[in-house]
């Protein structure tokens, strides 16, 4: 249904593009086509992934791009997109965002971003996003200076966010102008299926020299391991659930490494819960009260860490819940006094944590 004559003469407004007095000066608005769907591609025509890229395929929301493959994708409980290197929590790399908000609530989201700048006088720069004009706010102040890139589609705006950009941030400033570039170039739209789930790079990661591919079927994941480990997905967890037992000779073997990943299902429990069920466990295992961290993710899940967990031997736990399950990764010793196991434990725990994915249909 078409929109009323003064809301479409609204989104079909142009930046002011000329230095006019005020009085004579038109604020600018976004750009809207007249045909929503004009932009509209099929799946098959989003940009495939090249060397250094993964695909990301977000149905639910109707857009695909490309993003550097050294970058994690979080989703939003709103639907909104983080794209980041290793952790949310990471303040030394680039970082983007992307959120899809109804036009009706922001009308005048350009003001909203420049409330001291008299838009009737100002160019601002525009580029093509998907087929549709985009306007690009630049040097934005927050907790780092950002980008703000703003495109009318429908009856939302795609609003991205480009963080540490900019000649101050040097290298890191470049790799942000990098990741806007190819967020951007290959960025397209595509039909809308609310139910679809995320896709974002490759379902499993590819082994690399030194590594192996492990993937557990039954309990949903895969993830890259050290040469050398054996794996035995045949255990069952203290809780009834898969257990999975990652070593080097046996599993009695303490002069190595090993892992313990379990899955197990979390009833109605959230990641804060089971985090504060087992804080006290562990506090009074110890006697005193246990340290937890958290900032972690895998495969776009956030996880909270203890370290140094007491038991035969000190371990490194990291728990994090997806779809009602409980999952518990335990890395064996978190001691450094132990010598060279504790060098291969931190070996396999940055080889792991780097490469945990969840399998798509899990």
């Not at 009085?23 to 060397?51: K, N, R």
């Not at 109804?102 to 909203?112: R, V």
């Not at 601002?124 to 998907?130: A, Q």
């Not at 899955?263 to 246990?290: F, W, Y």
Request: hydrophobic letters at 40%; one cysteine or more; proline letters at 6%.
């Amino acid at each position: 249904m078409k929109q009323p004559v003064v809301y479409l003469f609204l989104l079909l407004a142009l930046w002011a593009l000329s230095a006019c007095n005020a009085a004579g000066g038109v604020e600018p608005t976004l750009e809207s086509a007249d045909d929503p769907t004009a932009a509209i591609l099929s799946v098959d025509q989003c940009a495939e992934a090249a060397p250094g890229t993964h695909q990301l395929l977000y149905a639910a929301q109707g857009v695909c791009f490309l993003y550097p493959d050294n970058y994690d994708v979080f989703q939003g409980e709103d639907g909104s997109l983080s794209i980041y290197e290793r952790s949310l929590m990471n303040t030394e790399a680039p970082f983007a965002s992307i959120s899809f908000e109804p036009l009706n609530e922001h009308p005048n989201i350009i003001a909203e971003y420049l409330p001291e700048v008299d838009l009737a006088v100002v160019t601002l720069p525009t580029i093509e996003l998907g087929g549709v004009t985009a306007t690009v706010l630049n040097d934005l102040p927050g907790q780092d200076t950002n980008r703000r890139i703003l495109a009318v589609q429908g009856d939302r705006i795609i609003n991205i966010m480009i963080a540490r950009i900019g000649a101050d941030y040097g290298a890191v400033g470049e790799q942000a102008e990098a990741l806007s570039q190819m967020i951007t170039e290959s960025f397209a739209f595509i039909g809308i299926e609310p139910e679809a789930p995320l896709m974002a790079g490759p379902e499993c990661p590819e082994a690399v020299t030194g590594t192996t591919l492990f993937t557990n079927a039954e309990d949903g994941y895969c993830l890259l391991l050290p040469d050398g480990y054996a794996v035995d997905d045949s255990l069952t967890s203290n809780d009834g659930g898969g257990e999975t037992a990652v070593y080097v000779d046996s599993l009695q073997d303490t002069a190595h490494a090993r892992l313990f990943i379990t899955v197990d299902d979390a009833g109605s429990r959230s990641l804060e819960e089971i985090t504060a069920e087992k804080e006290a466990e562990i506090a009074q295992m110890m006697g005193t009260p246990a340290v937890w961290s958290f900032g972690y993710m895998l495969d776009g899940v956030p996880a909270n860490q203890f370290d140094q967990v007491p038991g035969q031997d000190l371990s490194r736990q990291v728990v994090l819940v997806r779809n009602g399950r409980l999952v518990t990764l335990t890395f064996i010793p978190d001691e450094p006094a132990v010598g060279d196991a504790y060098t291969e434990m931190e070996t396999l725990y940055n080889t792991v944590m780097d490469s945990f994915s969840f399998l798509w249909r899990s």
